[in-house]
């Protein structure tokens, strides 16, 4: 007889100085508010934890990392992007 494999959670944690999560790790659990407790217990042993993401792991949906350049390009044909062809005023000479 096998035991089904608990699923996957993504463990995302936000630090008291920062503004974002940023992952930390991942975790098997039964469901969310268990992958919650156990993201608690492990990954903010320290208390610099203010908030706490988990997210099923089959939820999340990745680039391919070899598809990168066509991803990221930095798309240089449209010059509508970078505002460098307006004539500024005289009066706006801060930027």
């Known amino acids: ?3 089904p494999e608990w699923p996957l959670f993504e463990v995302f944690i936000r630090s ?3 503004l974002d999560h940023k992952h930390c790790g ?9 992958a919650l ?9 320290r208390q610099e934890g203010v ?10 949906t990745a680039s391919d990392p070899d598809s ?3 991803m990221f390009d930095p ?3 449209k010059i509508y992007r970078h505002p460098t062809f307006y004539r ?3 009066e706006v000479d801060h930027m």
């Open 1 to 3: 007889m096998t035991t």
């Open 16 to 18: 008291k100085q920062g």
């Open 26 to 34: 991942s975790l098997h659990a039964a469901d969310a508010a268990m």
């Open 37 to 45: 407790r156990m993201a608690r217990d492990v990954y903010t042993r």
């Open 51 to 60: 908030s706490i993401w988990v997210v099923p792991s089959i939820a999340i």
């Open 68 to 70: 990168k350049d066509e």
């Open 75 to 77: 798309a240089a044909d």
């Open 88 to 90: 500024l005023p005289d």
